[in-house]
Nanobody, 115 residues
Framework: QVQLVESGGGLVQPGGSLRLSCASSRNMFSFNYLAWYRQAPGEQRELVARRERFGSPYYSDSAKGRFTISRDNAKNTVYLQMNSLKPEDTAVYYC?????????WGQGTQVTVSS
């Protein structure tokens, strides 16, 4: 069983930055899909950013140019660097890591952007 532990959420003012972390209990090399999703109150969960084993990272239109997904294999951790945050970025953020026969979610971390 894979455990994912998220951290880094919190309250930030508009224009500020946060870095979310998702630490895996499993070696990062085994995952072929790394992603961050978010879910705002009353909304469906949406994809924010993803990295697959091959190809360039994908970003949603709202995240493009402001968010960066990265990985540290030595620490078995995936990050989401979020800059120039806006109130509409307020949501619970979830990491999602996948292998061929497994699909794993973090517990979620709250991000609130407000003055």
């Amino acid at each position: 069983q894979v455990q994912l532990v998220e951290s880094g959420g919190g309250l930030v003012q508009p224009g500020g930055s946060l870095r979310l972390s998702c630490a895996s209990s499993r070696n990062m090399f085994s995952f072929n899909y790394l992603a961050w999703y978010r879910q705002a109150p009353g909304e469906q969960r949406e994809l924010v950013a993803r990295r697959e084993r091959f190809g360039s990272p994908y970003y949603s239109d709202s995240a493009k140019g402001r968010f960066t997904i990265s990985r540290d294999n030595a620490k078995n951790t995936v990050y989401l660097q979020m800059n120039s945050l806006k109130p509409e970025d307020t949501a619970v953020y979830y990491c999602n890591l996948r292998v061929i026969r497994g699909n794993y979610w973090g517990q979620g971390t709250q991000v609130t952007v407000s003055s």
